[in-house]
């Protein structure tokens, strides 16, 4: 478990240092960016394979932390290797998800059901791959508002606050397109786990788990959300706006909860093995 732990570590560190890379030199030196977050991903890979052989038959219920950095790189890896528009932020985004899981680690396993059906893995990853897709969604917003308000001086933002029939100019594809991604796999992960709950406790929906409701209020804000937008009742900024704070809410609802308390990394044992291997 120590070495899964210190695996985790060596990703973050390849997270922070792609960042600092990506950051001050720009341009140059892509190559290197592209190797330092690629071993980062590798090693948050094997860390998190580690955690799911050591808690079967159980689920890892608890440890989205680890899991949810990798499945935004993976999701974005065409986006982050070409550098293309928001890709430090998305990096930015990937790293502070890292380092909260590194200093919030939340490493005790509570006793849950055996995962003895093919809907417990469903639910499980469908939920982590919904909220990375609102989390990059949040992040596209957040690239068109700063191109709103970087463009407002020659009148481009006024022209795109006036036809409220072009939504996300520019990122308005991806933002909208993580967007229903999201929406797309949170629901099945409602329903999966709906389907999982009746087969463990004989009732699709446990009421007082607080988890459960968390993850209604998130899958009813979507819901508003993409029906305001297919209705084109809102302008871009508006729609960008409810975008940014639908990830927030993500965030507090359901990344939140799988946090622990804070902790200092125990490198020790990461350092025995760097004596040993040198």
Known sequence: MF???DLFYIAAFFYLLSLGIGILCRGKLILFFRC?????????LLSITGRYYFSWPLMPMYQVPFFLPLVIGVLLFKTIWHKQAGCMLLVCALCLLSMAAVFFPNDFYLPFLESRTFFSHLFFWAGIVGQACFIIA???ALVHIRLCRTNSGNGQAQKLEK???RVFPGNRTRTSRWVVW???FWTISMFSGEIWSYLGW??????DNAAILTAMATWFYYTCFLHLHLQKMWNSQRQAYAAVFGAVLTLIFNFYPDLGKFKFPDLNHLFQFLRTIL
Request: charged share 5%; proline share 4%.
């Open 202 to 207: 004989g009732s699709p929906v446990v009421w």
């Open 36 to 44: 330092l977050l690629f071993i980062g991903l590798f090693a948050n």
């Open 3 to 5: 070495f899964i732990r």
């Open 182 to 184: 999201g929406f797309a």
């Open 138 to 140: 949040g992040a596209h």
């Open 163 to 165: 036809s409220k029939n």
